[in-house]
């Protein structure tokens, strides 16, 4: 059996790891266009922080390839031939598959501003080249502009605030981290960058830009001499163009199969069906992507593990301020505001949809199980839950079952 | 209020350098000694409350703590001590009986230990028990007289119903409401990995508890509480309770507090209502009224089960036995005045009754002399601490023993003396599900099966050195003992001749 | 392989198997020196309420959803137990939303902490287990 992956992230790895555990012979091709050892993406603001080192960086041990035999090939693969079932590189080589998987990501999407050109330092944040470009570029007295203030944008800023004079960030949305919290909890945040420094332009977009000035669309002028774009990011599909079904990604089943036979998907190139809201989306979360690979991993093996309980959920944290998240924010509110300790649950249909946690965040975990399990409320004592996540709130049989 | 005269039985010695302020005393102390002070992360005391029944002693994981007897006395005087001021003040204030619990712990003799085993040297010579078979089965039950046969010279079975035990021990009564139904399930599974019985008690039988009925003894009390033909039926062999060591005389008194949903059910009494014991049976007021209730009970038993008589020791348990012998019961209980209990008056326990050691010589002594020992086996209870006191029993007449608080002492008790309480820190005296939670019967059965065991081990060792391997031949073999510091009268009595004789 | 188990009805709440867990990770010889004046921050923990006790600790899942949501690859799974690498961990805490046990949490050195086994202190039987006085607590192969 011959095995193609392409994609050397989580996705990737998760799928290495999936097929292992089931096939331990079958030779395994995995297709990078980065020429690293596999390493966190989400690890980058850590570099630039300082908190991790290009070898703590690493998703795997040094011998991972080695001991999970797989041929590592860097190269970046421009496009399959579904028919003959190969791989073809941009070095024209064509390399045969039985079973491939596409965990090729998503970019950095960059829109067409005016007078983007013009800038000269400007960089996406989105890989360790990314990141290591623009520390390059970092400097005690340098003006950073970011545009975007959501997971990228902000860890970013978060990574690169010391090394720099000052940091702007401009969006948009009237919130930060818009995709991910309310009005409330994204004020919460907000204050918090903004006492460590961070300055905000929120309801905010740019016009334009010349060389080292943004023109925003009040006509204000902001100067900077970084700048760093954070709007949004995109799957790449483009591989599957024309082979598999594509909407906003690429369309997989709960085992990872694309349309096309043979032809697997996972990660963030993939939409998936979120089980908090019942909707198809592209949930770009490393814990999901691996979780996908894995499964499409004994797919392709011949054997198989669902992965059918996605939801979209989220762990960050800025400067020691903890915030989590999951699900979505539809239903009925549980409020409870303590001090720095901010919590919502939103829930309807006697379901959990979805929470938001920023300062104390013990046992999130709890939460996420309601969520992902679909729970019914009636069977738990909610109202403990929802002062204080534990296995309290189960059934002593409940308890019980998942204790023993 | 009124002045307080009692100073705190008790200190509580905290080593503050040792002291981590884990609060585990505080969540262990029912008596709420112990206090957490937040403020000063530190732990407190209220001396007064404690009982000395070292539950945080035990559970400190720093051993910072320990129980010391108040330094603070009375004015020395050797005929109002102390402990006599003090009841008098409690009475004074209180206008009560006192009230006690567990077995008399005054200053009368022990006889047990004014007594010496034997051991074989040269001739006779000794036993290796983990080389030969030791025997310490032993058998209860009337001994027929006679072996009869039938016409073509075939033995008849005549063997009346007998009480089989791999040693000569069992659980002496305690009842399902004075301790707990963890303690209840230690004993019952005890009894049937050990090959021997335990006893109800008068409280009746838990539901959950007939599966051990091959080693259950269950007991009919001057209550009958929780007697019916299934409870009947549903042990190997039936004990009348007429006395208890403990209060010779006097009946029991749970209190309603103690009369839980289960135990009332087990009880066959309303939740919460005082489950009272008479002073005597009331239908029982002579031999032959005796006689008819060991017959009532043999009749509902279809005569398969032995019937037990349990008495007090008192003056004249001698001539009291000599009737029970006659009554047609199996097997005669004798409880000594340091037998346990889980509450009783005070001077009760501590002025009534006569050691074991004496009424079960004379009790022997007078079933042989009129020639109807074999009418019964004998069983002693009341204070066997030891597996000398074992072996000096069977010396001295007896079948086997009835142990207790020796039992209690295995699962936990500390001798605290405050069972009457119901706050029992180690879940054995009590009902409070919190408390009783802290006796687990897989921990506590196995420690009854470990003290058992050794006691079995030192048993078969001291047999062994008397150059006797089975424990039938021990009983009653008084040639086997040696009395040191004992009067002629005692020896008398005892039936053995003085160490040096 | 053997798991630390526990069972709600002989639980006490005496809570001293979060002390003894504390002290498993000291390495230190005596409690009371190596935990006194210290806010303990075990990995093992119990939830009490209404006379209800039990302690909670990592359960080494077979599908364990902290491992897999790893960003960094700080955990992993080595004979069934399931240890963090302190140093690759990053706290971001992807793990603690992860566990549905809420058996991950901070712990004193920047990383997370969870329930180990005691396979890096102690070894053999998990001091929770040892300290436990009312075997509320066990260490066995269960199926």
Known sequence: ?404 | MAVNFLYPDYEVARNYDRCISCRACERQCANKVHEYIEDLNKMVCDDAKCVDCHRCVSLCPTRALKIIESGNTYKKNLNWTGKTINELYRQASSGGVLLSSMGNPEDYPVYFDKILINASQVTNPSIDPLREPMETKVFLGTKPEDIERDEKGRIINNLPPQISLSMPVMFSAMSYGSISYNAHESLARAAEKLGILYNTGEGGLHEDFYRYGKNTIVQVASGRFGVHPEYLNSGVAIEIKMGQGAKPGIGGHLPGAKISVDVSRTRMIPEGSDAISPAPHHDIYSIEDLRQLVFSLKEATDYKKPVIVKIAAVHNVAAIASGIARSGADIIAIDGFRGGTGAAPTRMRDHVGIPIELALAGVDKRLRDEGIRGNVSLVVGGSIRSSADIVKAVALGADCVYIATAALLALGCHLCRSCQGGKCNWGIATQVPELVKRLNPEIGYKRLVNLMTAWQHEIKEMMGGMGINSIESLRGNRLMLRGVGLNEKELEILGIKHAGE | MKRVYVNEKWCLGCHLCEYQCAFAGTNGKDMARSLKNIKINPKIKIEEKDGVSFAVSCRHCHEPLCVKGCITGAFSVSGGVITIDHNRCVSCYTCILSCPYGAISPSDDGAVQKCELCVKTIKGTPACVEGCPNGAIVFEERG
């Open chain 1, 1 to 404: 059996m011959k095995y193609v992956i392409i994609g050397n992230s989580a996705a990737g790895i998760g799928a290495v790891e999936g097929i292992r555990q089931v096939d331990g012979k079958g030779e395994i091709t995995l297709i990078s266009n980065e020429p690293y050892h596999t390493y966190s993406r989400p690890l980058i603001s850590y570099l630039l922080l300082g908190k991790v080192t290009e070898e703590k960086m690493k998703y795997r041990s040094d011998d991972f390839y080695e001991k999970n035999k797989v041929r590592f090939l860097h190269a970046t693969a421009t496009g399959v031939d579904a028919k003959e079932k190969q791989v073809v590189l941009d070095g024209g080589e064509r390399i045969p598959f039985d079973k491939l998987l596409v965990a090729t990501g998503s970019s950095a999407f960059v829109p067409p501003f005016e007078g983007l050109d013009s800038v000269k330092d400007k960089f996406t944040f989105m890989c360790l080249d990314d990141a290591q470009n623009l520390d390059k570029a970092l400097g005690k007295d340098k003006r950073v502009l970011i545009i975007g203030a959501g997971l990228i944008g902000l860890k970013c800023a978060e990574g690169i605030l010391k090394k720099v004079a000052n940091i702007t960030v401009i969006d948009l949305a009237p919130r930060i981290l818009s995709s991910i919290l309310n009005d409330e909890g994204a004020g919460i945040v907000q204050r918090h960058l903004e006492r460590k420094g961070i300055k905000f332009r929120p309801s905010c977009g740019v016009k334009s830009f010349n060389g080292n000035t943004a023109v925003l669309d009040d006509d204000e002028k902001i100067g900077f001499d970084i700048l760093v774009l954070a709007v949004g990011v995109r799957p790449n599909t483009a591989l599957l163009n024309g082979i598999a079904k594509i909407e906003r990604g690429i369309v997989v089943n709960e085992k990872s199969e694309t349309s096309a036979p043979d032809i697997y998907a996972a990660g963030d190139c993939t939409q998936t069906v979120d089980v908090s809201s019942g909707q198809n989306k592209i949930m770009a979360l490393l814990p999901n992507a691996y979780m996908q690979g894995e499964s499409a991993g004994f797919s392709m093996a011949g054997s198989e593990k669902s992965f059918a309980k996605a939801i979209p959920m989220n762990a960050i944290g800025f400067f020691g301020l903890h915030v989590i998240t999951a699900g979505n924010y539809t239903g009925d509110v549980y409020s409870k505001t303590a001090g720095n300790d901010y919590k919502r649950l939103f829930y309807s249909d006697n379901k959990l949809n979805g929470y938001i946690l920023i300062g104390d965040v013990e046992k999130a975990g709890i939460y996420t199980s309601l969520i992902r399990e679909r729970t019914p409320l009636d069977k738990i004592d909610f109202a403990l839950v929802c002062e204080k996540p534990g296995l309290m709130a189960f059934t002593k049989e409940e308890r019980a079952a998942k204790l023993s």
